[in-house]
């Protein structure tokens, strides 16, 4: 199974809004909606954003949110904030039941 | 609190064998799915497996199997991975997370055990 596809990276200025794009096929995100979102800070653990497409975990800023439309999940920040600065990657369930991650996307605030 | 206790780094030498562990704490240990993730330097994550330890029912990544074998102890709530043979390849950070019981989500992770081989 390949890896799902993200920008390598993406840049805002504080305040406004990004979205980052994960491209799958019709065996992960467009087969299902268990697409998942991770931030992770160097050094960090990753932390679960948003899980089954759309669903926020408790705790999980509303500046956060995710949708899905065919093939192609997004992850969207709004109100940027320095500490929005890491690396965002998505995941999706596959029909090998298994789970698969995008390459990454690295988020710069400017 | 629900928390996942990693074992601590390792530096190993080629050919040499290995086992680290994940300890759930605060939760069910049976009836989550844990799932273990690599990070290599420089690069993405990647989904190595997962296992459930009510049965130990275990899915390998395909890019894993063969290379890796998963395994839990329900009665102490210990997830293991482990090699037989480490390659310098295998240098990385690995991570265990349990998935939430909806959606297949990573909900909580380890603190990660850094493995370095080197000759």
């Known amino acids: 199974q390949s890896a799902l596809t993200q920008p390598a990276s993406v840049s805002g200025s504080p305040g406004q809004s990004i979205t980052i794009s994960c491209t799958g096929t019709s065996s992960d995100v467009g087969g299902y909606n268990y697409v998942s979102w991770y931030q992770q800070h160097p050094g960090k653990a990753p932390k679960l954003l948003i899980s089954e497409v759309s669903n926020r975990p408790s705790g999980v800023s509303n500046r956060f949110s995710g949708s899905k439309s065919g093939n192609t999940a997004s992850l969207t920040i709004s109100g940027l904030q320095a500490d929005d600065e890491a690396d965002y990657y998505c995941s999706s369930y596959t029909s090998s039941s298994t789970l698969v991650f995008g390459g990454g996307t690295k988020l710069t605030v400017l | 609190e629900v928390q996942l206790a990693q074992s601590g780094a390792e530096v190993k030498k080629p050919g040499e064998p290995l086992k680290i562990s994940c300890k759930g704490l605060?939760?069910?240990?049976?009836?989550?799915?844990i799932a273990w993730v690599r990070r290599m330097p420089g690069k993405g994550l990647e989904w190595m497996g997962i296992i459930f330890p009510a049965d130990s029912d275990t899915r390998y990544s395909p890019s894993f199997q063969g290379q890796v074998t998963m395994s839990a102890d329900k009665s102490i709530s210990t997830a293991y991975l482990q090699w037989g043979s480490l390659k310098a390849s295998d240098t990385a950070m690995y991570y265990c997370a349990r998935l939430g019981k909806s959606g297949f989500g990573g909900d909580y992770w380890g603190q990660g055990t850094l493995v370095t081989v080197s000759s």
């Open positions: 605060g939760y069910s240990f049976s009836n989550y799915w």
